[in-house]
């Protein structure tokens, strides 16, 4: 077995959480050092109660191959999925994620929709932080994902 196949999620073909959250860790560092923005979007699957994790799994399944090589994607947790913009601004990551959204609206299952929420570094740099140390796993307190502030 190769090593590379420890940090992949065989349901989904993303980088498995751990490792996503550590390479974000690492652009935060590079960004700090060099002064290049990066963006940080973070997908949930929104789908009706009843969808099984199978059919979360494929709508995730679909996230590799509608971002570009140079980004990295993750899996948060079922149905939640990060990607790792890099070398993004605000305005080019905005574009990148209409571009990922549109892709993935063409590939997921019947009923399910990706509700979006994008960071940019430096500017979201405490929100992104709040993340590397939760893993993640913040929410608005009712269960609902956190809206994303650019779509307003």
Known sequence: MEETWILID????????????????????????????????LLEAVAPPS????????????????IRSTDLGGVI??????????????????VAKERILERLASSAPKGVRWAPRLLC???????????????????NGTGDPLPDERLA
Not at 77 to 94: H, I, K, N, S, Y
């Open 77 to 94: 947790a079922p149905g939640r999925v990060g990607v790792l913009l890099t070398q993004q601004g605000v305005e080019t990551a905005d």
């Open 121 to 139: 570094y430096p500017e979201d740099g405490a929100e992104i932080s709040n993340l590397l140390t939760s893993g993640g796993s913040e929410r």
């Open 51 to 66: 969808a099984s994790q199978r059919k979360l799994n494929e709508a995730a399944s679909g996230v590799p191959a509608a």
């Open 10 to 41: 065989p349901n989904t073909g993303l980088h498995v959480g751990w490792y996503f959250w550590l390479r974000v860790l690492d652009e935060v560092n590079r960004s700090v050092r060099y002064g290049a923005p990066f963006g940080l979007l």
